[in-house]
């Protein structure tokens, strides 16, 4: 089963401020089947990026996704108010398909 | 604009059964893929199987094989996950999520049925 591990696991941050979220593999991707999710309190996680640096439909640019093998980041260019939770990765490379542990980003 | 709506909160005591439904609308429900995921407090989310627009199930086999049960009923547009023998460690919110396409992501996801398994 592929591991995900997701640094930090909590970002502290002002709005208007750059994310950067990385999600490393425990095995190396033939292909970037690596998706992002964001979750807010009590919701249902949104799918944010697929492919690992294809925008879902109606996602901000402000959400891009970047990385290849076992190297994946999100980033955010300028944190809006609404940006504030937790984001997770997730691969469909390998079955069983497997998320990361989240990381948080919060109001600093 | 897609609705996965499930069913709601349950209690459940340890070794009893629990079934959570999923009601899809406004898109053809037996075009696309329908997974179950759980979300546990300190584990994370768990990929727990899939239904294909066939309607083959398929059930991540190492952990849950022999304990959850999938099915569907194409006249109501509902998907179903039933888990047996509830543990403790099976205290989770269940989604529902769909699959665009067959690709194993999810695009859409119902809002989450909280199961609680206590004595």
């Known amino acids: 089963e592929t591991v995900l591990t997701q640094s930090p696991g909590t970002l502290s941050l002002s709005p208007g401020e750059r994310a950067t979220l990385s999600c490393r593999a425990s095995?190396?991707?033939?292909?970037?089947?690596l998706a992002w999710y964001q979750q807010r309190p009590g919701q249902a996680p949104r799918l944010l990026i697929y492919g690992a640096s294809s925008r879902a439909t109606g996602i901000p640019d402000r959400f891009s996704g970047s990385g290849s093998g076992t190297d994946f980041t999100l980033t955010i260019s300028r944190l809006e108010p609404e940006d504030f939770a937790v984001y997770y990765c997730?691969?469909?490379?390998?079955?069983?398909?497997?998320f990361g542990q989240g990381t948080k980003v919060e109001i600093k | 604009q897609v609705h996965l709506v499930q069913s709601g909160a349950e209690v459940k005591k340890p070794g009893a059964s629990v079934k959570v439904s999923c009601k899809a609308s406004?898109?053809?429900?037996?075009?696309?893929?329908l997974h179950w995921v759980r979300q546990a407090p300190g584990r994370g989310f768990e990929w727990m199987g899939i239904?294909?627009?066939?309607?083959?199930?398929?059930i991540h086999a190492q952990k849950f094989q022999g304990r959850v049960t999938m099915s569907r009923d194409t006249s109501t547009s509902t998907v179903y996950v039933e888990v047996s023998s509830l543990r403790s460690d099976d205290t989770a919110v269940y989604y529902c999520?769909?699959?665009?396409?067959?690709?194993?992501?999810?695009?859409?996801w119902g809002q989450g049925t909280l199961v609680t398994v206590s004595s």
């Open positions: 095995q190396s991707f033939s292909s970037s089947y």
């Open positions: 239904i294909y627009p066939s309607g083959e199930i398929r």
């Open positions: 999520a769909r699959d665009l396409g067959g690709w194993n992501f999810f695009d859409y």
């Open positions: 406004e898109y053809t429900f037996t075009t696309y893929y």
């Open positions: 997730q691969q469909y490379e390998s079955s069983p398909w497997t």
